[in-house]
């Protein structure tokens, strides 16, 4: 018996052996996946494949996945004023539910003066009827609530939050990297514009994370003006594949996509938690 039980799995979990030799296969790769030469596009399918895997996870596009390095980085580029849909307006205001990771309630790139706090209920759940006054009337918002809290564990009614801000023509963003591998869902379930991820949260490396966006979403804007559109400057990509090593998809992943009932509620449609699978 050991003397001690590592048990705060929400703060971050062990690397799983999958993920390690993922990423160990990938350090070989000698290539630099913008290089045009054999190399280059070996360490580049490496990249294109980390991608498509973790977009069929929440059944998006891969071309809506950008890697970051964790989530903390992932909601910092998620939360970005100008974000639009279509010839929709962007939004200019954002509001957060007071329990936000810190990360949301920071407020990314929107200054100071555009962010309100919605409130929750005693139960831990975000306020619906606060949430309809601040969407009231004002400018078109972008909505963060999270899918699953990381210190009560409370599950988010997200479908409805969504349900509410696409009627004021908000957008929602769902930090959803307690729930990833835990709770089935996916983008189009939980009506989210964008959704993000962290991988040493399921048993992937530590600063590895990826903001998914729906499709049809526009306005994302690199935190580094270096960085193309889909990656971070900077980013060890060699990594990433540690990430979509835990990710188990059911069916396949585009006759998946294009089943997905748009408008469903939190539903099982996503893929099989990665974490009880522990063999070793
Ligand atoms: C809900 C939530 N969001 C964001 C983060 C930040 O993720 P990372 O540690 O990958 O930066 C965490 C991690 O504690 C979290 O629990």
Redesign the pocket.
Same mark, same amino acid.
């Given at each position: 018996m050991p003397d001690r039980v590592y048990l705060d799995w929400?703060?971050t979990t062990p690397l799983r052996p999958e993920a390690r030799a993922a990423m160990a296969a990938a350090w070989d790769f000698s290539g630099n996946p913008s290089s045009v030469h054999a190399e280059g596009r070996q360490a580049r399918r490496l990249v294109e494949d980390a991608r498509a895997a973790i977009a069929a996870a929440v059944l998006a596009r891969p071309e809506g996945v950008v890697f970051s390095s964790?989530?903390?980085?992932a909601?910092a580029l998620a939360l970005t004023p100008g974000l639009h849909r279509g010839a929709g307006p962007p939004v200019q205001r954002l509001l957060v539910s007071a329990i936000e990771?810190t %990360?949301?309630l920071s407020g990314g790139r929107f200054p100071a003066e555009a962010i309100a706090t919605i409130a929750v209920t005693s139960a831990g759940l975000v306020d619906l009827d606060h949430l309809r006054n601040l969407l009231d009337g004002e400018s078109p918002a972008l909505v963060s609530v999270?899918l699953a809290n990381?210190e009560t564990g409370a599950i988010q009614p997200v479908a409805e939050v969504a349900e509410l801000v696409h009627a004021a023509g908000g957008l929602l963003h769902v930090?959803a990297?307690?729930a990833f591998g835990k709770i089935p869902f996916d983008i189009d379930s939980i009506q989210a514009d964008l959704v993000t991820l %962290?991988a040493?949260?399921i048993g992937g490396p530590?600063g590895v994370?990826a903001v998914v966006l729906a499709d049809g979403l526009q306005g994302l804007e690199p935190l580094l003006a270096a960085a193309g559109r889909n990656s971070v400057a900077g980013l060890e990509p060699r990594m990433w594949p540690g990430f979509p090593a835990l990710v188990r998809l059911p069916r396949p992943r585009s006759r998946r996509y294009r089943q997905t009932p748009s408008g469903s509620r939190i539903c099982g449609t996503g893929w099989r938690p990665a974490l009880p699978k522990r063999t070793e």
């Open positions: 929400n703060a964790g989530g903390t980085e909601n990771h %990360s949301v999270m990381n930090d990297i307690q %962290s040493h949260k530590k994370g």
